[in-house]
């Protein structure tokens, strides 16, 4: 799936600000090496349902086993592994009986002390493969999870591994063991060891995503193949808003563009920016936040919402509009599955410009059935021109006045709003009162 920096941006996806953030907010993995597979999840969503589905099956399989996936893997452990690597030491011995193994102790104290304490770390990072690696026999994986078991079983294979393993944690070893095991990892195992740790990053970070699934409640979508674009989403709500309220969406080609009114705070962006997230989810293979999803595989999402002016090329807010327009049309005419996410189009111009400029656009958008779009607006007047057109929807979010107090329901309805609550709110405020005393 193709999403560009300003549609991530867009999206919350990756935040300057860490707590407001997808990426923040479902991080569960436990090792460097995890976070990092897991950006790279985030950074490429799947375009095939195949892969899609694939994911989906190994987050559940990790939610089923949860408590044998690594427990004795942690991020200290792996730094204590790449660590015993990096480390110049005395060479080891290369017999490991008492004599030697014991003059090496007295001799070179310090690197028999490291050696003897990473190899701790290496029995639990062997033990916590092998546990993971041993579902593969328990329940039936698919083949991108049992390829990489599989391969973790292969490189555990040499005896002197199994040797370390069977060692309760927190046994002492003898000297003669710290020479043979410590020889071993050293001057045998580094390549299938740095191997294993960037296999284990993958199953941390799907870890991750299970986890954050099973933490807020993410349900899978069901994804429907279909030529044509489609989502029906039941009690969707946006993930980084603690008590968010929840909508029904329908959308595909015979109903494909929202047209969005209602007053500022009503709940328009928040609704637009929840279909996007949902959907880019889905096409990480994971939950979404819902109660329900279907969807069709989508080619790509593109948003304009948080235009900006660039005061060092010169450009102002309204040109960028117009270019960030430019490049969506341009994108989408390839007749592929795109998911247009408008936010207030054309802020930066008057508003009989606004009207003119947003109608020509909504005209030419409205042609391609191979995209979903969502536009919202406060130029509610050019709905009535637009409404002969049959696959356009119209739904507003409510306002309500009570006691000269606004109260924002969320609540997503049919029809078109005309809310005028900008003086309103200068009143509420109080800076009529304040102009008044000038």
Not at 92 to 110: E, F, N
Not at 208 to 216: I, N
Request: charged share 20%; aromatic share 12%.
């Amino acid at each position: 799936m193709q999403i560009d920096k300003t549609t991530y941006s867009d999206l919350s996806v990756f935040q300057t600000t860490d707590d407001y953030s997808l990426f923040s907010k479902l991080d569960q993995t436990r090792t460097v090496g995890g976070r990092i597979q897991l950006l790279e999840f985030f950074n490429h969503p799947f375009s095939q349902t195949d892969k899609i589905r694939e994911t989906q099956a190994i987050l559940q399989i990790i939610r089923t086993y949860v408590h044998e996936w690594g427990p004795s893997i942690s991020n200290g452990t792996i730094m204590v592994m790449e660590r015993f690597y990096d480390t110049p030491l005395d060479q080891l011995p290369a017999s490991h009986d008492p004599v030697s193994a014991r003059i090496y102790k007295l001799l070179h104290t310090s690197d028999y002390a490291l050696t003897r304490y990473s190899i701790t770390h290496f029995a639990d990072f062997i033990r916590g493969m092998f546990s993971i690696a041993a579902i593969g026999g328990k329940t039936s994986c698919p083949p991108l999870l049992k390829n990489l078991m599989d391969r973790v079983i292969k490189l555990l294979g040499p005896d002197t591994l199994h040797a370390m393993i069977k060692k309760k944690p927190g046994e002492k070893l003898v000297p003669g063991e710290v020479v043979e095991y410590g020889n071993f990892i050293r001057n045998h195992f580094k390549n299938s060891a740095l191997t294993l740790i960037e296999i284990y990053g993958m199953f941390d970070a799907w870890y991750s995503m299970a986890m954050a699934g099973k933490e807020f409640n993410l349900v899978m979508p069901e994804f429907l193949d279909t030529e044509y674009p489609f989502i029906e989403v039941k009690a969707l709500h946006h993930l980084l808003l603690p008590h968010a309220v929840s909508y029904d969406v329908h959308m595909d080609p015979d109903t494909n563009f929202f047209f969005l009114t209602g007053a500022n705070m009503a709940g328009k962006s928040t609704f637009i920016r929840s279909v996007g997230t949902a959907l880019f989810l889905a096409h990480l293979g994971m939950g979404v936040p819902a109660d329900s999803m279907k969807t069709s595989i989508f080619d790509g999402i593109l948003s304009n919402i948080n235009v900006v002016d660039n005061l060092v090329k010169g450009e102002s807010y309204f040109f960028n509009e117009v270019q960030r327009i430019r490049n969506t049309i341009i994108q989408i005419s390839d007749k592929k599955k795109w998911l247009v996410l408008i936010d207030e189009l054309f802020k930066g111009t008057n508003v009989q410009d606004a009207m003119k400029c947003s109608s020509t656009v909504i005209r030419g958008l409205i042609k391609i059935r191979s995209s979903l779009f969502i536009l919202s607006t406060h130029l509610y007047e050019i709905g009535e021109e637009l409404r002969f057109y049959p696959n356009i929807c119209f739904k507003y979010f409510e306002t309500r006045i009570q006691g000269g107090q606004l109260e924002f329901p969320y609540q997503l309805k049919d029809g078109i709003s005309n809310d005028r609550l900008g003086y309103l709110i200068l009143e509420r405020e109080k800076v009529v009162e304040l102009l008044e005393k000038l």
